[in-house]
């Protein structure tokens, strides 16, 4: 059986993972999907037992046979190449039979493990719907309003009564005419400008400003745990400690039993065999989710710590379930 790996060629974290499952003896086929159709072919073929066979192979000697994968880690999403001859719209064209194609093929291997299964990790893109599953099994969410109306905005924040944050609701790294883009989770310091017309341009997602104690990232890997403190010194780095990582230090932590079991719960409910949560604890020792990334980092971490988070991730993978 075969371990699929998509992956960004140089991923240091793949190459871990992938280095202790050969050395348990289980083989292990690394494929950029960026590759495809330029570097990487696909030819698969529907059997009458309504799976897919058929292989995936490149010219410097990858040859993966479709019906050996027992589990897929999908890391990270990366932009297929067209071949530039061709014309803006056809290319365009292309990229959607490559994605539809070459990425449905992939999709349809359901007799294997998936981390995370392609629905569920669509679903759990947005945070809305993340915000009221962590509710439902008992996670405090912060306050929060999403709206496109100026005026709703600052009714709502005056009523809060509490300081309140923006966060972009599709991650912090975007793309901006040509140039990159990092959007970090900010106070709003004057409910007038919540006012500006510009507001309305698009949804805004505001929270009550949680009063911070510490953070933590707590990565669950199948039904394995790791939990690290992350305290930061630095306005910036309270504020969102992914602006400074210079300014944290990290710490192995315990969480409480019943924590523990609500995050694995909501992993059931979501669909996800991994996650990466971000939780406060404030001031007065509450726990507060924020958010799971299903494609969430973890090497950092574990390198810092020595937490076995390669290793349970190679466990996971290795059961194919």
């Known amino acids: 059986m075969t371990v699929l790996m998509l992956a960004r060629d140089g991923d240091k974290v793949v190459e871990r993972v992938s280095a202790e499952l050969r050395e348990r003896g289980t083989a292990v086929a690394q494929v950029n999907p960026s590759a495809f159709p330029t570097r990487l072919s ?14 995936i192979s490149d010219r410097a000697g990858l040859d993966v046979e479709l019906a050996d994968v027992s589990a897929v880690w999908q890391r990270g999403a990366t932009p297929f190449v067209m071949d530039e001859r061709m014309s803006a719209p056809e290319r365009a064209f ?8 070459f990425g449905g093929v992939l999709t349809a291997l359901s007799d294997c493990l998936w981390v995370n299964d392609t629905m569920a990790a669509a679903r759990c893109e947005y945070k809305p719907f993340q915000l009221s599953e962590a509710a439902r099994v008992g996670l405090t969410v912060p306050e929060t309003l999403i709206t496109s109306d100026p005026c709703t ?3 709502w924040a005056g009523e809060l009564g509490r300081p309140i944050v923006y966060k972009p609701l599709d991650g912090v790294v975007h793309a901006d005419e040509g140039q990159v883009r990092i959007l970090y989770t900010a106070p709003v310091t004057d409910l007038e400008s919540l ?5 309305g341009r698009t949804a805004q997602l505001l929270q009550e400003r949680v ?8 990565t669950v890997v199948g039904d394995q745990v790791f939990a690290v403190r992350i305290d930061a010194v630095g306005e910036a780095a309270r504020e969102d400690w992914r602006s400074d990582y210079d300014a944290l230090s990290y710490s192995v932590l315990l969480l409480p039993s019943n924590l523990r079991a609500k995050l694995l719960v909501l992993m059931a409910r979501l669909g996800l065999s991994y996650g990466a949560f971000d939780l406060i604890q404030d001031t007065s020792g509450r726990w507060v989710f924020l958010e799971v990334n299903q494609r969430g980092e973890f090497g ?6 020595g937490l076995p988070i ?4 190679a466990d996971l993978l290795e059961s194919g379930t």
């Not at 292309?94 to 194609?101: I, T």
């Not at 950092?300 to 710590?305: G, H, I, N, P, R």
């Open 153 to 155: 905005a600052y009714e």
């Open 310 to 313: 390669y290793s349970a991730m």
């Open 42 to 55: 696909m030819g698969a073929r529907l059997n009458a037992s309504a799976s897919w066979s058929g292989r």
């Open 211 to 218: 009063p911070k104690a510490f953070e933590a990232r707590v």
């Open 94 to 101: 292309a990229y959607g039979e490559a994605r539809r194609g």
């Open 300 to 305: 950092w971490l574990a390198d810092a710590t």
């Open 195 to 199: 006012l500006d017309p510009a507001f």
